[in-house]
T-cell receptor, first 118, second 106 residues
Framework: GAGVSQSPSNKVTEKGKDVELRCDPISGHTALYWYRQSLGQGLEFLIYFQGNSAPDKSGLPSDRFSAERTGGSVSTLTIQRTQQEDSAVYLC????????????????FGNGTRLTVT | TQLLEQSPQFLSIQEGENLTVYCNSS?????LQWYRQEPGEGPVLLVTVVTGGEVKKLKRLTFQFGDARKDSSLHITAAQPGDTGLYLC??????FGKGTKLTVNP
């Protein structure tokens, strides 16, 4: 079956522009997660959705970052007025249930969107 | 805030050697996961450990969860170039370590 799909795979934008990153989770997965990974580093948690609601937004770095999920499926991560420090790989993952409720719900990751802010 | 410290940060070895990487925390985790990430791809789950003292084997990879559920190790026997990648540990509260970047040279 299809895995987690992210688009675009690469995005180059000018400082100050807005960008939208898209994530299509595995069909039937109720939980969806966004992470940021800087070059060669570990994953920084940004936000997760259970269905269409986001119980935990604590990881969003600033109010320039927002995310939504519609229909319990597709999610978009929006970064407004991009800055050079926003350059990173943005990874999306989904799981059948929330990892907070079941350790038997491993995360399935997409291949990420590499964002470069010039 | 729960933190996971991974060591070493980088490891470069020759094919056939054995190695161990570590994942440590001052916090107790009810479960811990290990992932491997290859360049240009997302992390892929290798194993989940749940019980203190638990040992799980996946071919040449052996995972151990500490008795106090604060630490874990990954041991690779007779490493192969295909084992090259970034190894990440993660706690159940969505916390990831910074990873160990392993390079196995032929």
């Amino acid at each position: 079956g299809a895995g987690v799909s992210q688009s675009p795979s690469n995005k180059v934008t000018e400082k100050g522009k807005d960008v939208e990153l898209r994530c299509d989770p595995i069909s039937g997965h109720t939980a969806l997660y966004w992470y940021r990974q800087s070059l060669g580093q570990g994953l920084e948690f940004l936000i997760y959705f259970q269905g269409n609601s986001a119980p935990d937004k604590s990881g969003l770095p600033s109010d320039r970052f927002s995310a939504e999920r519609t229909g319990g499926s597709v999610s978009t991560l929006t970064i407004q007025r991009t800055q050079q420090e926003d350059s990173a790989v943005y990874l999306c993952a989904s799981s059948l249930d929330s990892v907070l409720s079941s350790y038997n719900s491993p995360l399935h990751f997409g291949n990420g969107t590499r964002l470069t802010v010039t | 805030t729960q933190l996971l410290e991974q060591s070493p940060q980088f490891l470069s070895i020759q094919e056939g050697e054995n190695l161990t990487v570590y994942c440590n925390s001052s916090s107790v985790f009810s479960s811990l996961q290990w992932y491997r990430q290859e360049p240009g791809e997302g992390p892929v789950l290798l194993v989940t450990v749940v019980t203190g003292g638990e040992v799980k084997k996946l071919k040449r990879l052996t995972f151990q969860f500490g008795d106090a559920r604060k630490d874990s190790s990954l041991h690779i026997t007779a490493a192969q170039p295909g084992d090259t990648g970034l190894y990440l540990c993660a706690g159940e509260k969505l916390v990831f370590g910074k990873g160990t970047k392993l390079t196995v040279n032929p």
